[in-house]
C-alpha cells in the first residue's frame, strides 16, 4: 500500500472514531438511570484502584480466585465477565493484603 493510501486510511479512521458518539463509562449511572455525581466517581474506583493482572498474578481456586500478595478471596459467583480478556480487579492499594476486592474481572473460559 502507497504511503498517501495508509495516510488516508489512518485519516479516514481518526475521523470515523472521533465522530462516533462516546460510549459511557463504569460508574456513569446508577441503576436506576440517574447520573453519578463526580465526587462519588473520585472518590470510589480512581486510577489507583484498578489493577490489570498478570496471568501469573492470579490463581483460580476451588473456593474461588486468589490474587498474589492480597488476603482476600475473590468467590466464584462475585466474578464479572471481563469485555477485553484482561483480568482486573478494583480494590483500594492503602489497604495492604487485607483489601476488600470491589469489582473482579476475569475471561469466563479460564
Not at 63 to 80: A, C, F, M, Q
Not at 90 to 110: H, K, L, T, V
Amino acid at each position: 500500500m502507497s504511503a498517501a493510501r495508509t495516510l488516508l486510511a489512518l485519516a479516514s479512521g481518526a475521523l470515523t472514531a472521533a465522530l462516533a458518539p462516546a460510549p459511557a463509562t463504569a460508574h456513569d449511572q446508577w441503576a436506576d438511570g440517574s447520573p453519578v455525581p463526580a465526587w462519588v466517581k473520585s472518590a470510589c474506583c480512581g486510577p489507583s484502584d484498578a489493577h490489570m493482572l498478570a496471568f501469573d498474578e492470579v490463581s483460580l481456586e476451588d473456593d474461588g480466585w486468589h490474587i498474589r500478595g492480597i488476603n482476600t478471596i475473590v468467590p466464584r459467583e462475585k466474578v464479572l465477565p471481563s469485555q477485553d480478556g484482561q483480568i482486573w480487579g478494583f480494590w483500594n492499594p492503602a489497604s495492604g493484603p487485607d483489601a476488600q476486592i470491589w469489582c473482579f474481572f476475569a475471561p469466563m473460559e479460564f
